[in-house]
Each structure stands twice: as C-alpha cells, then as structure tokens.
C-alpha cells in the first residue's frame, strides 16, 4: 500500500516536471501591432451634390400604423388573489391604464391572441411594482409576460398577492 503512494506520487512529480519543461516549447508570440499606423476599414462616404440629391428625392419608408380605435377598445381581465385573505378581485381594465390592487400597481401595456400547437392562447406585457416601499419606485416585482392558459410560465412572485391574466377582449 505504501509503495503504491510513492508511485502515484513520482508518477505526478515527474509528470509536473516534464510537462513544465514541455511548455516552454509550445508558446508562440504574435506580433504586435503599430496602433498609429493602422487605417479605417471603412469605405469613404461620397458627398457628391448629385449622390444628395438622388438620396433625398427617394419616397420615405412606409411607416407601421396601429390603429388608436383598437388599442383603445382592448381590455384585458386579470384575477387578483390576496394570499392573506384568500378573496380574489377580478380587475378589468384598458391597456396603458394603471390600476391599483392591493399595495400593487398594476398597468398592461400589450395584450393579444397567440397561435399555440392546438389552442388558442392570450398573452398580455404586464408591469406591476410594489407600493409599499417609497424608496423603490422604479423596481418593478413583475415586468413580462404572462399567458392565460399557462400563468406558471412568468409567475408574479409576491409574499401577499397573485394576479394572473384571464383574457384580453377585441385583441
């Protein structure tokens, strides 16, 4: 047994050894590069009067145009559960509206319909931020996500209070 330690202990002395006597052979060096010489990658821009001209007489990029009619007439339905109590409180409410729940502020700002495999799933961007604390006010608890089959996915982690999304209405 003991001379199977001093073995094992050679066999890692040497080895130690001739790879630190190895090393110094595989090391290469890359030359260095002169900063002050170096020159832009970058083409030359061409400031031509013809070349300005062509680029401003091109019609403008087509702009995406929500419909105001439709954000406006979104709602979205949440379940609001107080922990303490065990009462749940359904809160109804427009998209961008704030609304209070508890010491929650609660404010959806996007809600729509979402293709899944074999169903139809609602999902809505809810931000909510804890009251109670004057000191926090930009830390939101819960800034995501959430979907109304599936409310496990993004969970809103609060001691005192659960809110989970229900359905979104004219999405």
């Not at 080895?15 to 832009?40: D, G, H, Q, Y």
């Not at 509206?97 to 609602?122: M, P, W």
Request: charged share 25%; hydrophobic share 35%.
């Amino acid at each position: 047994m003991r001379l199977g330690k001093i073995k094992i202990l050679f066999t890692i002395i040497f080895n130690f050894i001739f790879l630190s006597l190895n090393a110094n052979e595989k090391i290469s060096t890359v030359p260095l590069i002169n900063l002050e010489n170096l020159e832009p990658s970058y083409e030359a821009e061409d400031t031509s009067p013809d070349k300005l001209n062509n680029l401003t007489n091109k019609s403008p990029l087509k702009e995406k145009k929500e419909s105001q009619k439709k954000i406006e007439n979104t709602k979205v339905n949440l379940i609001g559960l107080d922990k303490i109590t065990a009462k749940t409180s359904t809160i109804s409410m427009k998209l961008g509206e704030i609304k209070r729940f508890g010491l929650l502020e609660i404010k959806v700002i996007r809600c729509g319909k979402v293709d899944l495999a074999e169903n139809q799933n609602e999902a809505a961007y809810i931000q909510v931020k804890d009251t109670s604390d004057s000191n926090n006010e930009k830390i939101f608890v819960f800034n995501g996500w959430t979907f109304s089959s599936s409310p496990y996915l993004q969970p809103i982690d609060h001691p005192v209070y659960d809110i989970r999304l229900v359905s979104c209405e004219n999405a």
